[in-house]
Structure formats: structure tokens, C-alpha cells
């Protein structure tokens, strides 16, 4: 069990290879997230339960001593010393470990849910920075354009084509593009600091990500069936193993208990015997009965009711896995059709712009037209690169619930 759970966990991080030192990341963060490190040290907890269950009762040591002795002329008891070893029912042991090891189990699959938790909260803060600082690029170039048609307004403003007001207009839309780069910088900060601090590392340190990233124009194909194999469910498969063993366990507490012991009794000389062996050794055999035995009754009953409780716990949240599925699909899908759309209107404003300098050079140019077209390819741009982060945002959700 523990393998394939691994396997899933390697599955679900290979499907980010695609981004440039993502998986790094994700594994920087498994070693040192105080979480992750959480998780480990309680499944570890768990696992030395299996030790602790291998024992058995205390042993019972008894000593007397006679501190004032009756004048009698027979033997008179000195001290008595016995040893009582109390031992469960067969496969009682067996059973307790077999319960730790299933609530071991359990744990277990708790720990690769945090990571998985972990990694995909690192892969969205990923494509977030990613959209960011794509974004910052592409105000960039478009900084340039406007400076660039900024030079064009100014040398038709020496031969009367244009009008300071061109030169203006096209100065206040720098600025504000300015404006906005600042706010994504700041922006940038923050969601920065959030991925260190889920690495536990300076909040300031630099987190590099792709470059440029892709959309598939074919649409992809999920299958429900695959939300079986997510550690969300599995998790109640084990838990509903450990109230088995807890039974099993159960009915073995239920069980008498058998004692084995000694009891040594030493005595005074007395006239009265000869007999060199006057001290006694008693063998003693003891029974536990649980007579009134309701208590496990009533476990009994508790642990029937605690499966039903996790069967019905595992299909409410099988649904809510599916009802997760179906929109990340259903958002993956429409930013792949945003994006299409988008790539283009881009097309379409670069047609247009191409015209409108074509027409520069009949001295023709409308500034006001030029920066209507800025605006839209900004729009179109930025339409996109939010397109492909919400496309690979909901591509890290599905890997999450289907791998």
C-alpha cells in the first residue's frame, strides 16, 4: 500500500515537469515545510504503537514478613514471597498490532495528502507568479510601442500631421502602464513570499519560473473512475481496516486471561518437625473472567456504527471530489476556448496596427486610432496569459484528484 501511494505522489509531480523547476520546489518543500515534517513525526508516533502493543501485563511481585510473631509451638511463617504473570488470550498481541498497524496506515496516508496538498498549493502560487510577471513583460513591450509611436507623433507634430494632444495622450497611457507594472510588482512580492514561506526559506528569495507556457488546442479527456485511487478516499479505506482490526481486538480483550505464578512461604524451626523441608512452594494458576462483559458488547456496536459512519463520510466525499473534477475540467476547458478567441483578436489588432502604420507613411496616421488599438492588443494579451494560468491552474486541481 505504502508503495503505491508513493507512486501516486510521483505521478502527480512528474505531471509539472513541464515547468521549469517546479518540481524542485514541490521537493524542497517536502524536506522542509514544518507541516510536512508535522505529518511525519505523528506517523511516526503511530508507527511505535506496534511496539508498544507487543507487551504484556505487569507482573505482580508480592512480599510479606512477619514483624510480630505469636508465641505458638507450631511452625510459624516467617515471610512469604509470590510472582503473578497475567497473560492474554491467543492472538490477543497479534491483534494489537495488527490494530496499530492499520492506525500506522492510516497515518500514513495523511502525510502524502498534506504533500499532495502541499504541491498543488505550490503549483497554483506557481502559475501565479508565472501570469504575473508575464504580464510585466508585455506591459513592457507595449511601453516600448507607445514610446515608439510616441517619437512618430512627435516628428508629425514638427510638420503639422499631429497635434500635442497626440503627444500627451500617448504619454499619459505610458504612465498608467507604469502605474500597473508597479501594482504587479508589488503583487509579485507577495505571492513570492507566500511560496518561501510554504518552503520555509527568506521570504524574500527569488523564485524563478518558466518563461512561456502553452495551451493544447485539443480538448483532454479525464475519467472519473481515476478519483478511486486519490489518497482522500484511500484514507477511508484504511481507517475503515483499522475499526476491522478494532473488532478483531475486541473480541479478543473479550477473552479470559490466564495468570501463572509461584508463591513461597518460609517458616520457623519448630520442635514439632523433623522434616528438613519445612519451607512450602506453591505453583499458582489464575483465571480472568469477564463475567459482565458489556463494555465489549457496546464496542462491538460502536465499531459496526463507526463503518457505516466512514462509508457514508467516503461517499459524501467521493461526490465533492467529482463536483471539484467537473469544474476544474469545465474551467480548463474554457480557458483553452478563451484562449483561442483571444490569440485571434491579437491577430486582428496586429492587422489593424500594421495598417495604421502603413498609413504613417501616406501622413496619415490617427494617434487616437493608434492607441485604441494599443489598448486592444493590451487587453488581448493580458486576456491570454490569464487564459494559461487559469488553464494550468485547473490542470494542477485534476492531477491532484486524478493521479
Do not use: C, H
Amino acid at each position: 500500500m505504502k508503495n503505491t501511494i508513493l507512486l501516486i505522489g510521483f505521478l502527480f509531480i512528474s505531471a509539472f515537469a513541464n515547468a521549469q523547476d517546479l518540481q524542485d520546489l514541490i521537493q524542497e518543500a517536502f524536506t522542509n515545510s514544518p507541516e510536512i515534517q508535522k505529518f511525519d513525526v505523528q506517523y511516526k508516533i503511530a508507527s511505535e504503537k506496534v511496539n508498544e502493543a507487543n507487551s504484556l501485563p505487569n507482573t505482580d511481585f508480592n512480599f510479606g514478613y512477619m514483624a510480630v510473631a505469636p508465641e505458638m509451638e507450631m511452625p510459624m511463617e516467617r515471610f512469604r514471597a509470590s510472582v503473578m504473570q497475567m497473560l492474554p488470550w491467543f492472538g490477543t498481541i497479534s491483534a494489537r498490532e495488527n490494530y496499530a498497524e492499520s492506525m500506522a496506515e492510516a497515518q500514513y496516508v495523511e502525510v502524502v495528502i498534506a504533500k499532495r496538498k502541499l504541491a498543488l498549493t505550490i503549483s497554483q502560487l506557481y502559475y501565479q507568479l508565472y501570469e504575473i510577471r508575464a504580464k510585466q513583460d508585455v506591459l513592457d513591450e507595449n511601453i516600448a510601442l507607445l514610446q515608439t509611436y510616441e517619437r512618430l507623433a512627435l516628428n508629425s507634430l514638427e510638420v503639422g500631421k499631429a497635434s500635442a494632444v497626440d503627444v500627451l495622450r500617448l504619454q499619459i497611457r505610458q504612465n498608467e502602464l507604469r502605474q500597473q507594472k508597479k501594482v504587479l510588482i508589488q503583487v509579485n512580492k507577495g505571492i513570492q513570499a507566500a511560496v518561501n514561506s510554504l518552503m520555509n526559506r527568506p521570504y524574500d528569495k527569488e523564485v524563478v519560473v518558466v518563461a512561456s507556457l502553452e495551451i493544447s488546442e485539443e480538448e483532454n479527456l479525464y475519467n472519473y473512475k481515476s478519483l478511486d485511487v486519490n489518497p482522500e478516499l484511500l484514507k477511508y479505506d484504511k481507517l475503515y481496516q483499522s475499526v476491522e482490526q478494532a473488532e478483531v481486538l475486541n473480541q479478543k480483550e473479550s477473552a479470559p486471561m490466564l495468570g501463572f505464578g509461584v508463591e513461597y512461604i518460609n517458616q520457623e524451626n519448630s520442635p514439632m518437625i523433623t522434616s528438613p523441608f519445612k519451607d512450602m512452594v506453591m505453583p499458582m494458576v489464575s483465571l480472568s473472567i469477564p463475567i459482565f462483559n458489556n463494555r465489549y458488547r457496546s464496542q462491538t456496536r460502536q465499531n459496526e456504527l463507526r463503518k457505516q459512519e466512514i462509508q457514508f463520510q467516503k461517499e459524501e466525499r467521493l461526490n465533492v471530489l467529482k463536483a471539484e473534477l467537473s469544474k476544474a475540467i469545465s474551467q480548463q476547458n474554457q480557458a483553452r476556448i478563451q484562449f483561442a478567441t483571444q490569440k485571434q483578436n491579437l491577430k486582428q489588432a496586429e492587422d489593424a496596427e500594421e495598417i495604421l502604420i502603413k498609413n504613417y507613411e501616406t501622413g496619415t496616421i490617427d494617434f487616437k486610432d493608434v492607441l485604441d488599438i494599443q489598448e486592444l492588443q493590451l487587453k488581448f494579451q493580458t486576456a491570454q496569459i490569464e487564459s494559461i494560468k487559469l488553464y494550468y491552474v485547473q490542470a494542477a486541481v485534476i492531477n491532484y484528484l486524478t493521479n
